[in-house]
């Protein structure tokens, strides 16, 4: 069984508190929340026009190295 990442709940739990209402994040709002424009947000975090789930973004955050 894989293990999480690091930083993955730490993420979540920004995530969770940035979009408190929300599940599925679009494209712009996660630019907004990674400081990325939305063509960055689009090539490095696979962010279409129907958005990310939280967790989703949140696997690829712990993932990423920035």
Do not use: H, W
Not at 4 to 27: A, G, M, N, S, V
């Amino acid at each position: 069984m894989a293990r999480e990442k690091e930083l993955f709940r730490p993420y979540l739990e920004r995530l969770d508190c940035f979009f408190p209402d929300k599940e599925i994040i679009t494209q712009k709002e996660c630019a907004e929340f990674t400081g990325y424009c939305t063509r960055k947000v689009k090539k490095v975090f696979g962010v279409g026009r129907n958005g990310i789930t939280k967790l989703n973004l949140a696997r690829k955050l712990a993932s990423e190295r920035l």
